[in-house]
């Protein structure tokens, strides 16, 4: 069984950070392409960053600079360190693990940021 398990989300200040934890189970997690993902209220679902097996990463033009994705294959964790953090920011983030055949998305958690 495949398990996505996010943690790290709460409520912070303008400016504050937060670190952003997914523990992956029942994949072989060093293969995939591991992502975060955030929804707002009312908004659609955006890449907010990826990393590759080989270590290449991609953000979004918004969180350029403020973010950084990182993944520890041995504890099949892949984390989102935010800085600087916007009201814009704020969402349900989720975790998403992919390859050519599949994508596998955890259960999401929130990140609110009060200004």
């Known amino acids: 069984q495949v398990q996505l398990v996010e943690s790290g989300g709460g409520l912070v200040q303008a400016g504050g950070s937060l670190r952003l934890s997914c523990a992956a189970s029942?994949?072989?997690?060093?293969?995939?392409?591991m992502g975060w993902y955030r929804q707002a209220p009312g908004k659609q679902r955006e890449l907010v960053a990826d990393?590759?097996?080989?270590?290449?990463?991609t953000y979004a033009d918004s969180v350029k600079g403020r973010f950084t994705i990182s993944r520890d294959d041995a504890k099949n964790t892949v984390y989102l360190q935010m800085n600087s953090l916007k009201p814009e920011d704020t969402a349900v983030y989720y975790c998403?693990?992919?390859?050519?055949?599949?994508?596998?998305w955890g259960q999401g958690t929130p990140v609110t940021v009060s200004s």
């Open positions: 029942g994949i072989i997690f060093s293969i995939n392409t």
């Open positions: 998403n693990g992919k390859t050519a055949i599949y994508a596998y």
């Open positions: 990393i590759t097996p080989g270590g290449t990463t």
